[in-house]
């Protein structure tokens, strides 16, 4: 199995804010019985979902749970960019194109019990990829390996993809940056979300804290296109 490393400095940053990280652990496993597979998704770019999804992953792998972190956002990764690896590893997309077997995908890290599945190449039609039985049979199997699954996806308020997925999964999560997101914004993502039929856990209210806003973001987007666009 492949093994991607996170940086050390990403984990520190990890450990100084490691107790609101437990605290959204908790709450998901406090929200109801079998919540084992979570999607997480924004209102649109760079408000520190992909952030709260590695670290949400890393809180469970650290209280002892076989955790997978699944980089669905395959439109425009920001993870692809804090795993790395010296080897070549395919993704989510090379899997649901059918041009790799899953178990090539699979990847071990540094940190004890957290494995992830990086998002792969850019697909021509992803929305195509999600909606396919591919998917659902991927998602059926690893339910039997891991305790958690937490899948992070693109912003909902931007592209479809997320409702796609959310449909398959049995949570959904809204990440928001509390300077940056109009209320009226928030409430359509989650409508949307709750549309899916499948359980809405709650918003995430990121960067409140101006002394937290270095956890925001690994990184940036780029442009979504006009994807998904209403």
């Known amino acids: 199995m492949p093994t991607l490393e996170i940086a050390q400095k990403r984990l520190d940053l990890f450990q100084k804010a490691e107790e609101y990280y437990n605290a959204l652990r ?19 770019p760079g408000e520190g979902k992909s952030t709260t999804s590695i670290n949400i992953a890393i809180a ?7 955790t997978l972190l699944i980089d669905a956002d395959i439109r425009n990764s920001v993870m692809s960019g804090v ?31 957290l494995f992830v599945i990086q998002s792969g190449q850019v697909s021509p039609n992803p929305t195509a990829l999600l909606q396919s039985e591919n998917f659902v049979t991927m998602l059926t199997t690893l339910r039997r390996y891991y305790d958690y699954i937490i899948v992070d996806t693109a912003p909902i308020g931007v592209v479809i993809d997320a409702a796609i997925i959310s449909q398959k999964c049995d949570a959904t999560m809204l990440v928001t940056d509390s300077g940056e997101t109009r209320r009226r914004e928030v409430q359509k993502a989650r409508e949307q979300l709750e549309h899916t039929g499948t359980p809405f856990l709650g918003v995430v209210l990121n960067k409140y804290d101006t ?20």
């Open 83 to 113: 795993f790395k690896s010296r080897e070549k590893i395919t993704g989510l997309t090379d899997f649901l194109s059918g041009n790799a077997d899953l178990s090539n995908g699979l990847c071990d890290t540094n940190v004890e019990n």
């Open 60 to 66: 469970f792998a650290r209280a002892g749970y076989k």
């Open 211 to 230: 002394k937290l806003e270095q956890y925001g973001s690994y990184g940036n987007y780029g442009s979504y296109g006009n994807y998904g666009k209403k």
């Open 26 to 44: 908790t709450n998901i496993q406090l929200s109801g019985n079998n919540l084992e597979v979570v999607t997480i998704s924004s209102v649109k």
